[in-house]
Structure formats: C-alpha cells, structure tokens
C-alpha cells in the first residue's frame, strides 16, 4: 500500500482545511513547491494535490503553483479541483500530471469520465467527497441524493484507475478514518480504493493498512504531516511492512 502526502493549494499557497471550510484554512508554507521537496525527501512515491479554488470555481486557479510543484521533484503527482472539460484535461497532463482526479464532474457527466478513461488509460481517478454517507461537490459545497457507493456503481466500467473516496467532516480534523466506509467502498466496487480524511497518526495508518485484503491500495494524509503528529517515513516503513 501507498502512503500519498497531501498539499492542498489556495490562492497560490500550501493549506489545509477543516472539514472542507475555505474559511476555516490554516498556511503552512507561501511555497507549497517546498513541500513537496519535503515530502519527497522523506520517501514519498507520489504526491496528492488539490486546486482548492479551483474546486469551487470549477476552472483551473493554481496552474502557476502546480507547475512549480511538478517540476521540483521526480515522483508521481496526481491532482484535482475544477477539472471540468477535455482542454483543462489536456492541459494538466501537458503540464506534468501523471494522474488527474474527476470529481464534480463525474456527478453530472458520467460520459465524459468514459472519455477521460479512453483517452488517458490507467491515468483517470473518480474523487468521491462524502458527508453523512452523501456525495458532496462543487468543492464540497453541494450535498447530492446519491451516495458514495451509488456514484462509484456508475463509473464500475468507465475504465478508471481508482476511486479517492474521502469522508470530508473527518478530513483535516485528525479524528480517525472512516474505516467502515472505506472498507465497504472497496468491497462493493471492483476498483482500487485509496483512503482519505481523518489520519492523525500511526495507528490510523495501520488500520487503513488492515484494508488492503479489501481492496484498498493507498492512504491520503494532510494535517498529521503538516502538525506533526504523524512521521511520513514511519508510516512508509509501515505501509511496507518495514515498522
């Protein structure tokens, strides 16, 4: 399983959230490229971006910190917020993106997901943001009828990598994951799972470990890194049985 360091990105800087709240934000670097140099030194094999504005807005915001951030170090960078259209799309993966995350999008355009996939193989992931076992979008601000699993069903044979299913009124609160949430994501789809939201340390990093029998092949961690609570290379070492 993969441990993925998250940097959250809001008018050019390296946040995080509570629960989601663009006004409950707290900085941690004017340099989020700085970060990601951090993150990598420290043994991470991929890196979990997201254009917060770029959620909300539902266009590409942060291009310029992205690309900075893409270009300072050597492993993987998936990204998502605003990615709406097959030119945004493009444009991302021009840039750099080995990986580019569909979330509102894949609520109300399930067909262009299927595109996505064709055209970009193994490089698209279906984002599902939940609140009280409903998925939330438009940067988490609209709560749907439709739930997680329900939105994952739809996209089962759209031909994407993986789903990041996140539970947002755990996500940046270190409160613990949903882990029986998670589990049943990745029990019901045949899709890999990565897990988002909630890890404040390292023993939530061995319960999300206990779901790879599941299906669950990655973890997202945010606010325990930036915090401290939480040693990126320790829980590495653990996801590869190395602890």
């Known amino acids: 399983m993969i441990v993925i360091p998250a940097i959250d990105i809001k008018e050019g800087r390296c946040v995080r959230l509570k629960q989601g709240r663009m006004n409950d934000e707290t900085i941690f670097s004017e340099f989020p490229e700085e970060m990601a ?5 420290q043994g991470a094999e991929r890196l979990h971006m997201v254009d917060l504005d ?3 807005k539902g266009r590409p915001v942060n291009r310029k910190a992205i690309k900075r951030i893409v270009d300072s170090i050597p ?30 999008v894949a609520y109300k355009d399930p067909e262009f997901v299927r595109r996505a ?12 943001d939940a609140k009280k076992d409903r998925v939330a979008i438009e940067g988490w601000i609209e709560e749907t009828d439709l739930t997680p699993v329900e939105l994952a069903k739809q996209h089962e044979e759209t031909g ?5 299913y996140t539970d947002i009124q755990r996500d940046g609160m270190r409160s613990g994951p949903n882990v029986d949430a998670t589990r049943t994501m990745a029990r019901t789809v045949r899709i890999p799972v990565i897990a988002s939201g909630g890890i404040s340390g390292i023993s939530d990093v061995v319960k999300i470990l206990s779901l790879s029998q599941d299906g669950v092949t990655g973890m997202i ?4 890194l930036y915090d401290g609570s939480l040693d990126l290379a320790e829980a590495i070492k653990a996801s590869k049985g190395k602890s």
């Open 37 to 41: 140099i951090k993150w990598f030194e």
């Open 160 to 164: 994407i990598a993986a789903i990041v």
């Open 54 to 56: 770029g959620a909300v």
């Open 75 to 104: 492993i993987p960078v998936q990204l998502g917020g605003g990615i709406r259209d097959m030119a945004t799309l493009n444009a991302y993966f021009e840039l750099g993106l080995s990986f580019l995350i569909l979330g509102t």
């Open 221 to 224: 961690t945010g606010r325990a």
């Open 117 to 128: 996939s064709e055209k970009y193989p193994g490089k698209i992931i279906l984002g599902i």
